[in-house]
């Protein structure tokens, strides 16, 4: 087993932060690994009390700026109560390991989910925006710009209802409003970053309103606009219009009116798009497709996506 895998499977058993009894391993990334854990104080009721825990790896914790974007993480989640947002608990610390933890999920995010279905039945596509961007009006009436909207960022929960309950995940690189800068000016991933977040521009709601649109346009399109390295990416972002939909996804059938959200969403100016992420949603649900949607199940691209497993947990380590 490699060191670092060895040194992650050491909690297990262990009780972080004098709460947190570690069952397993669920994951490890760049930045953390996240655990399957029971509440020490409700021995009782495990199933009830079971959370997941994001512990911060050791050999960052000398790392100013990955320590800063983990605690902003949980300082800015934590700040945020919404159903479409995954609920995280304030910030902790197990001697010098900071820890948080999250409610537990089970099913794919957005992104494994487009790997195999390619694109959504429109009106699915519709229903998942109108609930991120209701997510992100609850966070941006919290003072908290998300800034790194993306499909690995937004969560599909498989409830045992069978009902698709949408999340928004991962507040690393958020704006808070009130503190200062503790990461750099440009965060977030190219391929959905608004022009004017690439300058470098101070954080606004506009940016994460363009995130949303190329994260809907990609649902629909099948992939995103812009394709290729960084800065050329941003350089298109700033000054060229995304391509027609139907260009890339030729059977595409969508409303004039579901057409004009995305455009708007996209547009350069941030002056130009929604005003806020509750017009955005507001004009999704007037949209034809928000009226059409069929049941989860008679949908084909829900078809083709894998069982949920227990090794979703609702958060990028």
Same mark, same amino acid.
């Given at each position: 087993m490699p +060191?670092?895998?060895?040194?992650?499977?050491?909690?297990v058993g262990k009780l972080?932060?004098?709460?947190?009894?570690?069952?397993? =391993?669920?994951? !490890?990334?760049g930045v953390g690994h996240v655990y399957l854990a029971d509440r020490a104080?409700? +021995?009782?009721?495990?199933?009830? !009390?079971?959370?997941a825990v994001k512990v911060l790896?050791?050999? =960052?914790?000398?790392? +100013?700026? =990955?320590?800063?974007r983990f605690e902003r993480e949980a300082d800015a989640a934590s700040r945020v109560r919404h159903p479409n947002v995954l609920r995280v608990e304030a910030l902790e610390r197990d001697g010098d390991a900071p820890c948080f933890a999250m409610e537990l999920l089970l099913g794919l995010d957005l992104a494994d989910t487009?790997?195999?279905?390619? !694109?959504l039945v429109p009106s699915r596509a519709v229903r998942i925006a109108a609930d991120v961007a209701a997510g992100l009006e609850a966070a941006h009436r919290a003072g908290v710009i998300h800034r790194d909207v993306k499909p690995e960022n937004v969560f599909l929960v498989h409830a045992a209802d069978g009902r698709e309950i949408v999340k928004l995940l991962d507040f690393g690189f958020a704006f808070i409003e009130g503190q200062g800068a503790l990461l750099p000016r440009v965060v977030g991933t190219p391929e959905y970053m608004a022009p004017e977040q690439a300058q470098g521009a101070p954080a606004a709601p506009a940016a994460d309103v363009y995130s949303l649109g190329i994260v809907l346009y990609e649902m629909l399109a099948g992939r995103v606009p812009f394709q290729g390295p960084y800065p050329a990416i941003a350089e298109q972002h700033g000054r060229e219009p995304a391509p027609p939909m139907h260009r890339l996804h030729p059977g595409l059938l969508i409303s004039r009116e579901l057409d004009a959200v995305v455009r708007r969403a996209l547009v350069k100016d941030p002056r130009g798009r929604f005003p !806020?992420?509750?017009? =955005?949603?507001?004009?999704?649900l007037a949209t034809p497709e928000a009226s059409a949607g069929a049941p989860l199940a008679a949908q084909g691209d829900a078809a083709a996506a894998p069982a949920p497993g227990i090794g979703h947990w609702g958060t990028k380590p």
């Amino acid at each position: 087993m490699p +060191p670092a895998r060895a040194a992650a499977e050491a909690l297990v058993g262990k009780l972080l932060c004098n709460k947190y009894r570690v069952v397993q =391993l669920l994951g !490890s990334g760049g930045v953390g690994h996240v655990y399957l854990a029971d509440r020490a104080a409700r +021995p009782h009721d495990a199933a009830a !009390s079971r959370v997941a825990v994001k512990v911060l790896r050791a050999e =960052l914790r000398d790392d +100013p700026l =990955l320590v800063a974007r983990f605690e902003r993480e949980a300082d800015a989640a934590s700040r945020v109560r919404h159903p479409n947002v995954l609920r995280v608990e304030a910030l902790e610390r197990d001697g010098d390991a900071p820890c948080f933890a999250m409610e537990l999920l089970l099913g794919l995010d957005l992104a494994d989910t487009l790997t195999f279905a390619r !694109s959504l039945v429109p009106s699915r596509a519709v229903r998942i925006a109108a609930d991120v961007a209701a997510g992100l009006e609850a966070a941006h009436r919290a003072g908290v710009i998300h800034r790194d909207v993306k499909p690995e960022n937004v969560f599909l929960v498989h409830a045992a209802d069978g009902r698709e309950i949408v999340k928004l995940l991962d507040f690393g690189f958020a704006f808070i409003e009130g503190q200062g800068a503790l990461l750099p000016r440009v965060v977030g991933t190219p391929e959905y970053m608004a022009p004017e977040q690439a300058q470098g521009a101070p954080a606004a709601p506009a940016a994460d309103v363009y995130s949303l649109g190329i994260v809907l346009y990609e649902m629909l399109a099948g992939r995103v606009p812009f394709q290729g390295p960084y800065p050329a990416i941003a350089e298109q972002h700033g000054r060229e219009p995304a391509p027609p939909m139907h260009r890339l996804h030729p059977g595409l059938l969508i409303s004039r009116e579901l057409d004009a959200v995305v455009r708007r969403a996209l547009v350069k100016d941030p002056r130009g798009r929604f005003p !806020s992420m509750a017009e =955005l949603r507001q004009a999704l649900l007037a949209t034809p497709e928000a009226s059409a949607g069929a049941p989860l199940a008679a949908q084909g691209d829900a078809a083709a996506a894998p069982a949920p497993g227990i090794g979703h947990w609702g958060t990028k380590p």
